[in-house]
């Protein structure tokens, strides 16, 4: 039996396919599901891809968060279940409230699209559980409004609690404006929540398993979400 | 001396409005008061708050 993976499409989900090939790729069954329906289909792990869900014409992820899904998806976000934000997918669990902050316009005002580096801060999660802190990954972004921002007390709440998941970097690991793509404060390009089953980050780890197209940096997150769904419960 | 000035953009007639749109949508079950809070501005990072409710011209 493999993991069952569901990804949420939503109208103008763009990397829903990618996510669910991703899945496949690295041996787990993709399931997909539709944001008007209020069920899961009993997946074990849920992503919430990139894109722009309803064309996001009020702001990133705004509209997303009242579709019907996104109900179950914080029950079972709620319940302990792997739930994985990619970009946009970031920007809806941040609207939601199931992440602390929110993504807003690029410091440099344009739309970045290039490979980065990123330094695993954190194997509490279940992308990471398979992967040494400090680890590097090559993984594209493609996005205009990935800015990571939230108040001080929550960055340092973040800190402390050992919940930020990914760092942008150099490609010795080195963090520093000069590697940060967006201006995200502290570096950050992925968080997870207090219980560490909720994690969303801008880079796109589907776009990065198979060699023929890019870097690989993606495999070993979708590996250990794969292994972390079929773990025997802790 | 210092001004403060409140600017108020509309599309011209006849064009689409896809953002007036979805804020239609949702008036009846967010109410102003959520659709302003909450469907257009972020309460994370951003404060609002509604200035005037007159009656439209025309729907």
Redesign the interface.
């Known amino acids: 039996v493999s993991a069952r993976i569901g990804v949420v499409t939503f109208p103008g989900s763009l990397d829903d396919r990618d996510a669910l090939r991703a899945v496949e790729l690295m041996g787990g069954e993709g399931v997909p599901l539709w944001h008007a329906d209020a069920d899961l289909r009993g997946v074990d792990g849920v992503i919430l891809p990139g894109g722009f869900s309803y064309g996001d014409y009020l702001r990133c992820g705004a509209i997303a968060r009242f579709a019907p899904v996104m109900e179950e998806i914080r029950a079972f976000a709620t319940g302990g279940g792997p739930v994985l934000g990619i970009c946009n997918g970031f920007q809806i669990l941040c609207e939601v409230g199931l992440l602390p902050g929110a993504l807003i316009r690029n410091r440099s005002l344009r739309f970045v699209c290039r490979v980065v580096h990123l330094r695993v801060e954190t194997a509490q999660t279940p992308i990471t559980v398979d992967v040494e802190p400090g680890e590097i990954l090559e993984i594209p972004i493609k996005h205009g409004e990935g800015q990571f921002v939230a108040s001080d007390d929550d960055l340092d709440r973040l800190e402390a609690e050992d919940r930020i998941v990914f760092r942008y970097c150099g490609p010795d690991g080195d963090v520093s404006e000069e590697h940060n793509p967006n201006g995200a404060l502290r570096g950050i390009a992925g968080i997870r929540n207090e219980a560490g089953n909720v994690v969303g980050l801008m880079p796109h780890p589907e776009h990065a398993v198979d060699p023929d197209v890019g870097p690989t940096g993606g495999q070993a997150l979708f590996a250990s979400l794969l292994t972390h769904v079929m773990a025997p419960a802790r | 001396v210092r001004f403060s000035v409140e600017v108020l953009v509309t599309l011209k007639p006849g064009l689409a409005d896809?953002?007036g749109k979805?804020?239609e949508g949702?008036l009846p079950t967010l109410g102003w008061t959520n659709v302003a809070a909450r469907?257009?501005s972020?309460p994370?990072?951003e404060d609002s708050r509604i200035l005037e409710v007159r009656e439209a011209q025309h729907t």
Do not use: D, F, G, S
Request: cysteine-free.
């Open positions: 896809p953002q979805a804020v949702a469907l257009l972020n994370v990072i």
